[in-house]
């Protein structure tokens, strides 16, 4: 479960640059497992600073943000590294998302060793059914991230995470670049996944009919707080 | 940022630059083999570097200098002093440390500025060539990696053997006339315009894609026009402020010609308070180098904040 | 350098030959051995660059000076590669106090002449070797680390350098595999030039008498040492000073070929760094 | 040209600068001024400091004492001088005699201008043990010494004691910056823009009336600028050109000469304690392998001359009969054998520990780094190997080991007395003896020598002292320094005085344009 307990977040103003500028207030919010969820808002209004907090890149000025009961800013080393298993990130321009300088294979496997993940004779096995999963083939492990197309190099963002097990997934505007038939075929391998699991999902958009369609609820981010876009409340779950 | 915080930070940065040389140069001194007070007493007192004093006359120049001081208190009197204008007695002269200076600023600063307006100048005409005569371009470019790339002291004794023995024209060393200028600044000058080429051509070909150029040739004007119009005048401009921040490279140059050709300047006269473990005389010039510099830097930043609006958010640093 | 439209390869070729086949002669020779004997030889297939004063074989003097130079700048320069790339990747990734002070420390070691620097550090130290690496690597990382801080402050917020925390990499494997990688490629250039401008200020130094000391054949010593027989033998300065422009020249023409590759955009990076 | 509108100001303050700068400097009629280079910076004038120059080079000042050619005195501004006591010595001033101001030299001027530079130079007074000077009389002067001292008259030939007037201009430090003296030349005016001295004859001087009527000074450190502007024509005479320029200046019609000084290049011991020098044989062995005579004519192209004792011959104070160190590679390496360093591989080792040491020398004087590297050639041929290291002098002690060497360059006649370089190498309280040479004989001998009265008695035992250093060695001498004067065709009468610490011009020259 993720519990985000009266966050906020300012970034500082600089030596010079006059009074820190805040971008969330006193945000208490739950998010279980199994559930996927949508967040949707103006550009600028926080909803990447929320994805950075849920995935403990950025510290908050105050309150916590704790994953299965832990807070982020308090773990270090082995501990840190198993939560961050916990918690997955498919981002907006996943071109991006790759070193361009290691062939995507050599950036796949380094999960292994990261997390040794499972015995050296195991992984290409493993590591061809999580391709085999999001539908890709083996060949593409062998080129660059600048090689690849769009959707594949989605695909490729989505089986990392998913390799990891986590059990949460955010998608930050994951499918926003790609064209109307991809986004679909990729949002549905996601509930898919989720629903095989009993994975947690959010899914980060301004597209307010994607948040309708895949979404057991919708918050929005504004007026830097998170609020329950009323109406498509299925279930609040308990704390 | 400001014109006003920007001119207080490179202020401030640059009274920290003169402090850090100073006091880095003043623990350097005081580190190194050799007892402060012996060479003091043999080469100041006794004039004859290999003749040791007597024991009991060591205590008496130690007091005399303070050097019986804790370093930080001697640095901090020796600033204090030294903000003053009093930079003490050299080593080697027995001469008060500010006359010395004050009387060799005036060849280092003449050297320097003609160093770099001949520069300028062949940079010029080196342009302007690549521009109006066909085909000089490799020619030039040929000029500028060869500028870069001899040393200094090379080229200078080559010029002497050239110019004041071969075909005696002008004077081997020393001070006192233009013509003692000539060939040293000629050296360094000569050492400076392939960089000043390589900028400028760069430049320049920046300003050669722009759309206004585009748009003038268009128009049909005439090559030299858009030249002479468009492309020079933008080429110059964020080239300018390089020449200044070049200082600190030209004063490396200046020290060793300086000592080449025996002009009494600053760059010299570091050179020489190091042979001599002259370190009133060496703190001093270290200072003043320090100043210089700095000053020159400041000059080049604020230019580059006139001429380029993206520093003023940045602040360089 | 980039305006450069020599055929710069078959340069380099031409160039490093003339400068190599004499190292590669010389090296078979005794650059030390005295015999007062053959003092200020002029060249002749005994000595096909001279004797010096010493009666010393040139030619061996400047293959074990190119050993010397070279040998000594490539040192200076990968030490600084080594402490600017690191010092610049850790106050670019880490950000904070150390990138505070560290920006301190290199706005400082800027605003000193290089070379002024370095000759009153090698005044007071013993004139080694080692001291000469230390005087000139102190201020030569400052331009890599300019650079590398600047990159690496732009990668820190690249998506793939957040994914690879998101992945769980610790900092250190980020700064090794990921951020180095990223960061050295444009230093290539800047590295050839350092190189060029290491051999030349390692031989100005040894013209001021404050470089590596005689009898260790250095070529700016070997120039100072062949001042005072500048009318007797012309070629014992001529030689050492043809060299160090010969090496000059060959590490400029590289430089202006590898910052050409570098692209456009780091191109000025470079400079603003230099 | 680019007519960048940036640039018009720099030019203008270009111009400007050129244009502030002093014309060529005009010199009086050409044909009667010599136009002389130092090899020393012109930067004090001050004769307690830069004695040397303001009085052996530019004539402007003298001593009490002055000594002739084979260093023997002979009366100065002191006409005679006698011990009339135990610790004291009354000096009788030349009668007639007066300052460049006009006012008379007298006693009072004396002790007036030697308490200055007591004051500005305080080692004046310690070498020897001065108490007092005083006024004896209207042109008597008493010096009085803390301990017995024979050799005060010679102390009062050095050029930091010679005689200014009150009236000269000083600092607000009181360093004087133009000397009023008594001598054949006066100061005129000292550019030190343009480092350059300019002086004029003293009508009014009391011995013999120069024939130049103006010398121009420059100072000019680097021996191969001198070379070169003497052969550009810019200048008359040159101390010291490089010492491979001479033969090459004889040949293109300058009078070029070499001669020897009173100073020697010596090879030191780190320690005769806990090292192999220890070992007398050793020490011998070493000296035998120097070829002297190679040094001097190859490496000091005829500069200098093989070293005996340290008084080179044309000294009053040289002991008879001491030779030059024969050069004996074969008597090295037996002496070396005896001594159990036994040579294996080219190098000796005894012990187990092959004999290698780092030979530290300084770059100050051109002549240390060629010998120091030529002596390394030579002690590999008997198997020592040596490392040749330049250290700034000041810093050579600290580094050195018990086994290391120094070559060094001494001046054996600071002031013209032996006691001056037998004292400070040889006593076993010697300022310069740091390798713990320590012979009671040689102690006793000295000691009673500087306080003797009895100049045969002094002479005796000083070359005494000479023969036994030549005997054990305790350092190693080389060769005698060498300085080199080139001049003009046009310059006459020069003579060379081996008193000066590096050259006299002397009253005696003429220009014969």
């Known amino acids: 479960m993720i519990v985000l307990e009266g966050v906020g977040l300012s970034y500082p103003g600089g030596l010079f640059g006059g009074a820190p500028k805040p971008v969330l207030e006193n945000v208490d919010w739950v998010l279980p497992e199994g559930r996927v969820f949508g967040l949707l808002g103006p550009s600028g209004a926080g909803k990447s600073s929320l994805a950075k907090l849920i995935l403990g890149l950025v510290a908050p000025t105050t309150g916590r943000v704790r994953i299965g009961g832990r807070d982020w800013r308090a773990q270090r080393g082995t501990v840190l590294r198993a939560m961050r298993r916990l918690v997955q990130y498919v981002p907006q321009h996943p071109e991006a998302a790759f070193n361009p300088r290691l062939s995507l294979g050599a950036a796949m496997r380094e999960l292994f060793r990261l997390h040794d993940l499972c015995p050296g004779e195991r992984r290409e096995a493993q590591l061809g059914a999580a391709l085999d999963r999001v539908g890709l083939d083996r060949a593409l492990l062998t080129r660059f991230p600048r090689q690849v197309s769009g959707g594949e190099i989605q695909r490729l963002s989505l089986a990392r995470a998913l390799l990891l097990e986590p059990r949460y997934l955010v998608l930050d505007e994951a499918t926003a670049m790609l064209d109307v038939s991809i986004q679909a075929r990729i949002m549905r391998l996601v509930l898919e996944v989720a629903a095989e699991r009993g994975m947690g999902v959010l899914v980060i958009t301004h597209d307010i009919h994607l948040a309708h369609a895949a979404c057991e609820a919708v918050y929005t981010c504004e007026n830097r707080g998170v609020h329950v876009l009323p109406g498509l409340v299925q279930q609040q779950p308990a704390g | ?317 | 350098m980039t305006a450069m439209r020599l055929s710069v390869p078959s340069f380099l070729v031409v160039l490093g030959t003339i400068l190599l086949v004499p190292v590669a002669v010389g090296l078979f020779r005794d650059p030390t051995g005295i015999s007062l004997a053959d003092a200020l030889i002029a060249p002749s297939p005994a000595f096909p660059f001279g004797a010096d004063h010493m009666g010393r074989d040139v030619l061996a003097r400047i293959a074990y000076g190119f050993l010397w130079d070279s040998g000594l700048s490539v040192t200076i320069v990968a030490a600084s590669l080594a402490l600017g790339v690191g010092l610049g990747l850790a106050g670019g990734y880490l950000g904070g106090a150390f990138d505070g002070a560290l920006t301190i420390v290199m706005d400082l070691l800027v605003a000193l002449p290089h070379l002024v620097l370095a000759i009153v550090l090698m005044a007071y130290f013993d004139q080694g070797p080692v001291a000469l690496a230390v005087a000139l690597t102190l201020p030569g990382w400052v331009k890599y680390a300019r650079l590398a801080r600047a990159r690496a402050a732009a990668l820190r917020e690249a998506d793939f350098i957040l994914m690879e925390r998101v992945v769980g990499a610790g900092p250190l494997r980020i700064l090794l595999r990921h951020m180095v990688p990223n960061v050295l490629p444009p230093l290539a250039g800047l590295a050839a030039l350092h190189l060029g401008h290491t051999v030349l200020n390692v031989a100005a130094l040894g013209f001021l008498g404050l470089g590596l000391q005689p009898p260790t054949p250095e070529w700016g010593g070997m120039i100072l040492e062949s001042r005072p027989y500048l009318y007797q033998a012309p070629w014992l300065a001529i030689t050492p000073g043809c060299f160090v422009f010969l090496f000059m020249m060959i590490f400029t023409l590289l430089a202006a070929r590898l910052e050409a590759r570098a692209g456009e955009g780091e191109r000025e990076d470079a400079h603003a760094a230099a | 040209m680019m007519t960048s509108p940036h640039l018009r100001p720099l030019a203008a303050a270009v111009l400007a600068a050129s244009l502030a700068l002093p014309l060529q400097a005009a010199a009086a009629d050409p044909a009667d001024t010599l136009r002389a280079a130092d090899m020393w910076e012109i930067d004090n004038l001050d004769p307690a400091r830069s004695g040397t120059f303001v009085k052996e080079k530019a004539m402007v000042v003298e001593s009490l004492v002055e000594a002739s050619p084979d260093f023997s005195l002979r009366p100065g501004l002191a006409a005679s001088w006698e011990r009339t006591g135990d610790r004291e010595w009354t000096f009788r001033l030349r009668e007639g005699v007066t300052f460049h101001d006009g006012t008379p030299l007298t006693a009072e001027a004396v002790v007036a201008s030697i308490d200055r530079a007591f004051k500005v130079t305080p080692t004046l007074k310690t070498m020897p043990q001065i108490d007092a000077v005083t006024v004896a009389g209207p042109l008597s002067v008493r010096v009085t010494t803390l301990v017995p001292s024979a050799m005060l008259p010679a102390t009062m030939v050095q050029a930091n004691l010679a005689i200014a007037a009150a009236s000269s201009e000083t600092t607000a430090e009181g360093t004087i910056v133009n000397p009023v003296g008594t001598g054949p030349y006066k100061v005129e005016s000292w550019r030190r823009a343009e480092k350059t001295l300019h002086l004029a004859r003293n009508d009014a001087y009391w011995g013999e009336r120069p024939a130049i009527a103006h010398i121009v000074f420059r100072g000019i450190p680097d021996p191969s600028t001198r070379s070169l502007e003497i052969q550009k024509g810019d200048v008359d005479f040159v101390p010291d050109v490089p010492y491979g320029d001479l033969d090459m200046l004889a040949r293109k019609g300058f009078q070029a000469s070499r001669h020897v000084t009173a100073r020697v290049y010596q090879l030191d011991f780190g320690s005769l304690k806990g090292s192999p020098y220890a070992d007398a044989r050793v020490r011998h062995a070493i000296s035998h392998a120097i070829d002297r005579k190679a040094i001097v004519d190859k490496v000091l192209f005829g500069m200098g001359a093989p070293s005996a004792g340290p008084f080179t011959n044309g000294m009053s104070f040289a002991a008879p009969g001491i030779a030059v160190p024969a050069y004996d590679v074969a008597k090295a390496k037996a002496l070396l054998d005896q001594a159990g360093w036994i040579e294996k591989g080219g190098v000796r080792v005894k012990d187990g520990e092959p004999f290698e040491v780092v030979l530290y020398t300084y770059p100050q004087r051109p002549g240390l780094p060629p010998i120091a590297t030529a002596l390394q050639g030579m002690l590999a041929r008997v198997g020592i190997k040596a490392a040749v290291k330049l250290l700034d002098s000041a810093a050579i002690p600290k580094a050195q080991r018990p086994r290391d060497m120094r070559l060094i360059a001494l001046t054996t006649a600071m002031f013209p007395d032996p006691d001056f370089f037998l004292r400070r190498n040889y006593h076993s309280a010697g300022a310069n003896n740091t390798w713990g040479y320590a012979d009671p004989g040689v102690d006793r001998l000295l000691d009673a020598a500087a306080s003797a009265n009895d100049p045969a008695a002094r002479k005796a035992a000083y070359d005494e002292v000479q023969r036994i250093a030549a005997r054990d060695q305790p350092t190693v001498l080389v060769s005698y320094y060498g300085v080199n004067i080139v001049m003009k065709p046009a310059v006459k009468g020069f003579v060379f005085n081996p008193v000066a610490h590096d050259y006299m011009l002397g009253t005696g020259l003429r220009l014969e344009r």
């Not at chain 2, 402020?241 to 025996?262: H, N, W």
Request: charged fraction near 15%.
């Open chain 2, 1 to 317: 940022m400001t014109i006003a915080l920007f001119l207080f930070r490179r202020l401030g940065m640059a009274a920290a630059t003169v402090v850090f040389a100073t006091a880095l140069t003043f623990v350097l001194t005081h580190l190194a083999p050799g007892d402060a007070a012996e060479i003091i007493l043999s080469r100041v007192f006794i004039g004859d570097p290999e003749t040791a004093g007597a024991r009991s006359d060591l205590a008496v120049v130690a007091t005399r200098f303070g050097l019986d001081n804790p370093l930080a208190l001697q640095y901090l009197e020796w600033a204090r002093n030294a903000v003053h204008g009093d930079f003490g007695v050299s080593i080697a002269s027995g001469m008060p440390v500010a006359d010395e200076i004050a009387e060799r600023l005036g060849p280092t600063a003449v050297l320097a500025l003609a160093s770099t307006v001949a520069a300028l100048a062949v940079t010029a005409g080196l342009v302007a060539a690549v521009r109006l005569v066909p085909r000089t371009r490799l020619a030039v470019d040929a000029a500028a990696v060869a500028s870069v790339s001899i040393p200094n002291f090379y080229l200078g004794l080559v010029l002497v053997l050239v110019f004041s023995l071969g075909l005696d024209l002008l004077p081997v060393s020393g001070a006192g006339s233009w013509r003692h200028y000539v060939l040293p600044a000629a050296v360094l000058a000569l050492g400076q315009f392939g960089y000043f080429t390589a900028l400028m051509n760069a430049s320049l070909r920046d300003a050669d894609g722009q759309l206004y150029v585009l748009t003038a040739r268009a128009k049909g004007l005439p090559p030299h026009e858009v030249f002479r119009r468009h492309v020079l005048r933008n080429a110059i401009v964020p080239v300018v402020p390089y020449v200044a921040l070049q200082v600190a490279f030209l004063f490396g140059g200046v020290v060793v010609i300086e000592r080449l050709f025996s002009l009494p300047g600053l760059g010299g006269y570091l050179v020489d308070a190091l042979d001599v473990r002259n370190a009133p005389a060496l703190l001093a010039a270290i200072a003043v180098v320090a100043v210089f510099v700095s000053v020159a830097n400041l000059t080049g930043d604020l230019l580059l904040y006139a001429l380029d609006p993206r520093v003023r958010f940045s602040g360089r640093g």
